[in-house]
């Protein structure tokens, strides 16, 4: 079992860079695929990307590709994301999540254990 627990959000000016970051518990951390996803008030949850339990693979969504990096480190059980070039419709809820299905998926169903998420909000 995983818990995670984001910060890293707040209030940001559009076009700056800003970095979340995910800690989790758990003897077993590098056997679980890591993803984050967001929500914005009154849309579906979103995902942005994953990466593998050994850190060497990453998978990301096609629109935001380029603008933001996962990373993680299995020996302070942490994940990041790094995000750029921020623009007001990146508000919302940012979530770590963590799936023992041991492939990158973009399927929040496949993620099992989920944290309480971190708010951006990107002002214009």
């Not at 970051?21 to 003897?27: E, F, I, K, L, T």
């Not at 339990?53 to 942490?78: C, E, H, L, P, Q």
């Not at 496949?110 to 708010?119: A, F, K, L, V």
Request: include cysteine.
């Amino acid at each position: 079992q995983v818990h995670v627990v984001e910060s890293g959000g707040g209030l940001v000016q559009a076009g700056s860079s800003l970095t979340l970051s995910c800690a989790a518990s758990g003897r077993t951390f590098s056997n679980y695929v890591m993803g984050w996803f967001r929500q914005a008030p009154e849309k579906e949850r979103e995902f942005l990307g994953a990466i593998s339990g050994s850190g060497g693979r990453t998978y990301y969504a096609n629109f935001v590709k380029g603008r933001i990096t996962i990373s993680r480190d299995n020996v302070k059980n942490m994940v990041y994301l790094q995000m750029s070039s921020l623009k007001p419709e990146d508000t919302a809820h940012y979530y770590c999540a963590a799936s023992s299905r041991g492939v990158l998926t973009s399927n929040g169903n496949d993620y099992y254990y989920w944290g309480q998420g971190t708010q951006v909000t990107v002002s214009s």
